[in-house]
């Protein structure tokens, strides 16, 4: 019987194996950019490093390349609170509109906050539907800050076009409340 190591290629022979694993090798310590040393005990059983091995590593890039995010939401966010700020001023909304607005953002804001902080200690976390919901009644202004400032649910492709789902229905109801009087009416 044979006492050889299978491989994972048993029908090509032992060279060609090698011949492989060393271009594999080879392409590993072209592409990395750290080394990192095998370590191997000495007779005092102590670790120390015998050659250095090259490998692949994870280099810090700047903050603005890493979040690959803009800042468009959040000038749409600011934009569109000086145009409700500016549209309360000429009396073409009731300023508690105005107040609501910036009351569910602050809120959504803090349970956005709440929700990082639960994710980071691994407490029981805010319902994704519940951040949804706040931020279609309203609070989709300070979701956004959250996003970006706090870097939370920011890269999740599902609840981001959920999100924004919410941001166009609640801009629709809004702009159907102020084209039909119903926000005149409603406060």
Same mark, same amino acid.
């Given at each position: ?8 290629? /048993? ?33 005092? %059983?102590? /670790?120390?490093?015998?050659? /250095? ?7 810090a890039? /700047? ?23 500016g ?22 804001f ?28 309203g ?6 800050? %959250? ?41």
């Amino acid at each position: 019987m044979n006492n050889k190591r299978a491989s994972k290629t /048993p029908s090509a022979p032992v060279h060609e194996r090698r011949a492989t694993q060393q271009r594999v090798n080879q392409r590993r310590v072209t592409q990395s950019r750290a080394t990192e040393p095998r370590v191997a005990k000495s007779k005092v %059983a102590k /670790p120390r490093a015998t050659e /250095p091995r090259v490998t692949k590593s994870k280099v810090a890039k /700047p903050r603005a390349a890493r979040s690959h995010q803009s800042s468009m939401p959040l000038l749409l966010a600011l934009v569109f609170l000086a145009m409700l700020i500016g549209a309360a001023w000429w009396h073409m909304l009731p300023l508690a509109i105005v107040g609501l607005y910036l009351l569910l953002s602050l809120c959504t804001f803090i349970a956005y906050a709440f929700d990082k902080s639960a994710a980071r200690k691994g407490r029981w976390r805010t319902k994704e539907s519940t951040l949804h919901l706040m931020s279609l009644l309203g609070g989709w202004p300070g979701a956004l800050f %959250a996003q970006h400032l706090l870097r939370h649910k920011s890269v999740k492709a599902a609840f981001r076009q959920l999100f924004w789902l919410t941001v166009v229905t609640n801009l629709a109801l809004l702009g159907y409340g102020i084209q039909t009087g119903f926000m005149d009416r409603l406060i």
